[in-house]
């Protein structure tokens, strides 16, 4: 009890000092509808100038200070009195999202869960399928004498219908070996293993992830490899052994059919794995 009320003792203190101060309070950044992610904060209520624009910067990292920024080109520049703003973004990467408001200079301060997001935003894959879907579901009508622009199968070709038609025997008994279903989850990729994990290193991080497949990842044990990798990237591992982990977390989400996971593990090392990560993307989208 003592602590949650330090906790909001310090929270009140610390929105009270900048109440007055040209700084946005209260930002959030969630997915939109189809490539877009919302960013909404609140403006000040008095500030001690007039807010004359307020600059959008983005990032893959989070921003924790104003040097983060810096360097860089506003995402947008708005008028002082906007509280929100649309980004459009063309992958499924985490972005981050900061607001500096401008009065006769802008307020270089930046303040992680009051004008600067806390964690990353990214659009949702399912929202865009979805929206494909809807498009190629639309219902179409037909004049009369107008053909389809794709004919309607031929029924007879299913057995044990008992109809007869004007089709010779042979080409009816030629077309019964067609496959008219959908394809399925033999669709499904098959668990990929970079070449370094397939033999047994002598120790280090690679040893450790390594265990991690032999005990869960290959007997398919999905739910506890996932369990397994998470703990391992919370330890101070080297740089390839951490994106490789999070390739297989993203693998055991896609053989868990959680395919918006793993989606998202996949793009976090898309640009380490190319070919594999698309490969593998595709495939989540496919089944999605």
Known sequence: MKKLFTFLFLTTFTLSIFAQRPIVQDITAFSGKGKTININWTLPENPDAEITELLIYRSTEQISSYSDIEKLEPLARLEGWYTNYQDKVDDFKDYFYAVIAVTNAPYKLVIINVNSTVNGAHINPKKIINKKAEKTQEERVYENGKLRETPLPFVSFVEGLNQEGSISEETTEAAKTLSF?????????????FEED????????????FEILKNNFAPKNYEGAIEQLLKLLGTNINENTRNRAYFYIGESYYFLENYNEAIMNFIRVENVFPIQAKRWIDSSLDQL
Request: charged share 35%.
């Open 181 to 193: 279903t959908k394809a399925d989850k033999d669709d499904l990729l098959r668990p990929f293993i």
């Open 198 to 209: 397939l033999v047994s290193p002598d120790g280090g991080d690679d040893y450790l992830l």
